[in-house]
């Protein structure tokens, strides 16, 4: 390590800017790709194509994905995005049909979770320590993805983290728990709702319930002026699910709460399930590079246990991560909420200069994961270009010297600096990885974006934009494409359906899959339909892990 690296590290804690820092650091994290990488499927395109017919619409309560009600989730995504979007185009610096705007609370969902992070972690573990636990943070690989996803999570995490602090404060030192921070926590919770439901009041009641039967006793809990709290955190809520419920006569409920809520918790949706452990053993790639400091920490942590600030963070971390462990629904991000308490434990652990060490085949464990997930990341983001697309990308092969430049340096601090500096020090060496395989690897490839390249074939076959209400496709139905061509693309059914799409008017375009090719063309024969081909799509379906080819034709004009 240079010498002025090793400086940095040991400045970096006890810096008078240390937001500043904080910022600094993840937005070099989490800049590269998020302008250039197009629209993911599924749920990103969802939430971006529901928000952008609000705007077209003007309409703030509904929410819609083409012609069909969206009731999955609450507005507060949704009208964040919208005004994203809007605030992008008032000052001309882009446009509802780019993705990026979309991003836009997401990257400031989780750029506020890692200040909460440090500012309300001070009170629980000390400055240099809560420092450390938000670069961390902003280093995990689950919100670096999250960062570049056009939904509600990294949005949801700001508001867990805001309020958990507040509810850390009024447990460490109810006696100067203002009123004005009880309403802070209330509205907090409020806004959660808007965004995702329960799942953030879910969290603070765990903890509190927890607390509760660990001290046998909350005298604490009477700060929370929950008489008058709660009300206001129904109150933020409320007039939103009131006008929705009105618009859709009720639909909204039974079918958020009936047909996506409780479908997650007894069922794995769409496939989404996972054993008993998924999120533990996921969290090497998922806290990445962190994990490593994380797994050291855990016998220290329970020995610590009694310390009031242990103890709130454990009974913030332990129950929640076991509550989406018993979900029968698992996506790595669901357990994002309990990361803040997860790393504020690891770093107290690691800055505290009276600590025990872990013992060596822990000790080993992390770092051997550490190096597993490096290696792994390095060599799947150089060979991706040759398996997605068939071709060598010189810029992807520099994966491979920025996994090995974030295990040399890390490894290298953890040896002459401590474990405290080799957090730090992987959290900023895994910025050349991440902005490697963001920013220059996967914007690059060719075969997964089919959405984005179709709608550059229709462009080119209708410069004007005549083709919206005029273009169906059959055979690739993901809303990826509905965001890229538009809310009035047509999903048809098989290729006798494309063939009598192009019967109803002059000059439609159709695009057929080849699986559906054979029955496209017998219906044109059947029909005596002459069409020509405006070209062919071909690439990569990854949500369902197989490769097409789209197929554009236009009918008679």
């Not at 998922?286 to 220290?300: E, G, K, M, V």
């Not at 229709?458 to 809303?479: C, K, R, T």
């Not at 538009?486 to 063939?499: E, F, K, P, Q, S």
Request: charge should be positive; proline fraction near 7%.
């Amino acid at each position: 390590m240079l010498p002025a690296l090793r400086d940095t590290l040991d400045r970096l804690p006890e810096t008078r800017w240390p937001r500043l820092w904080l910022t600094l650091l993840c937005l070099a994290l989490w800049l590269p790709g998020f302008f250039t990488l197009p629209p993911g499927d599924r749920d990103e395109s969802r939430f971006a194509q529901a928000s952008r017919q609000m705007v077209d619409s003007g309409d703030y309560v509904r929410i819609r994905f083409g012609a069909e009600e969206r009731n999955k989730k609450p507005a507060g995504i949704y009208w964040a995005q919208a005004a994203s979007v809007q605030a992008v185009e008032a000052l001309g610096l882009g446009h509802r049909g780019e993705i990026w705007p979309y991003r836009i609370p997401s990257l400031l969902g989780a750029w506020l979770a890692v200040l909460a992070t440090f500012h309300w972690g001070r009170s629980l573990v000390g400055r240099r320590a809560a420092f450390l636990a938000a670069a961390l943070l902003a280093s995990s690989m689950v919100l670096v993805v999250e960062t570049h996803i056009a939904k509600t999570d990294a949005a949801l995490l700001a508001t867990v983290a805001a309020a958990m602090g507040l509810l850390g404060r009024a447990y460490l030192a109810p006696a100067t728990f203002t009123a004005a921070q009880a309403a802070g926590f209330w509205a907090v919770l409020g806004v959660s709702i808007l965004l995702k439901g329960p799942i953030g009041p879910l969290v603070a009641l765990l903890t509190t319930i927890t607390l509760v039967a660990a001290d046998r006793g909350a005298p604490w809990l009477r700060r929370l002026r929950p008489l008058w709290g709660l009300p206001l955190m129904l109150a933020v809520a409320a007039p939103w699910f009131i006008a929705i419920g009105i618009a859709t006569e009720g639909r909204f409920f039974s079918e958020s709460v009936g047909g996506d809520m409780l479908a997650k918790v007894s069922s794995g949706e769409e496939a989404h399930g996972g054993p008993p452990g998924y999120y533990l053993l996921l969290f090497p790639l998922t806290a990445f590079p962190a994990a490593f400091l994380a797994l050291r920490a855990l016998p220290a942590v329970w020995r610590d246990r009694l310390n009031p600030g242990t103890r709130f963070l454990l009974a913030w971390a332990a129950p929640s991560w076991l509550m989406f462990e018993a979900v029968a629904t698992k996506l790595p991000h669901y357990v994002l909420p309990a990361f803040p308490a997860v790393v504020l434990l690891g770093a107290a652990w690691a800055m505290d200069p009276l600590r025990r060490p872990a013992p060596r085949w822990l000790a080993g464990l992390g770092v051997a994961l550490l190096a597993l997930v490096a290696a792994a990341l390095g060599i799947a983001a150089a060979l991706l270009p040759w398996l997605a697309d068939h071709r060598i990308d010189p810029v992807a092969l520099l994966a491979l010297p920025a996994a090995g430049l974030l295990l040399w340096g890390t490894l290298g601090v953890l040896r002459r600096r401590g474990i405290a500096q080799a957090g730090l020090a992987a959290a900023i060496l895994a910025v050349p990885l991440y902005a490697v395989v963001l920013g220059g690897v996967l914007p690059r490839l060719t075969a997964p974006w089919i959405g984005p390249r179709l709608a550059e074939l229709l462009a080119e076959a209708a410069p004007s934009g005549e083709v919206q209400g005029q273009f169906g496709i059959v055979g690739y139905h993901e809303p990826s494409l509905v965001f890229a061509t538009g809310a009035d693309t047509v999903l048809l059914r098989d290729g006798a359906a494309a063939a009598e799409f192009l019967v109803g008017a002059r000059g439609r375009i159709v695009a057929v899959s080849d699986r559906d090719m054979a029955a496209f063309r017998a219906a044109l024969e059947q029909r005596a339909l002459a069409v020509h081909s405006l070209g062919a799509v071909e690439g990569y379906n990854y949500t369902r892990g197989r490769r097409l080819i789209l197929h554009v034709f236009q009918g008679a004009t």
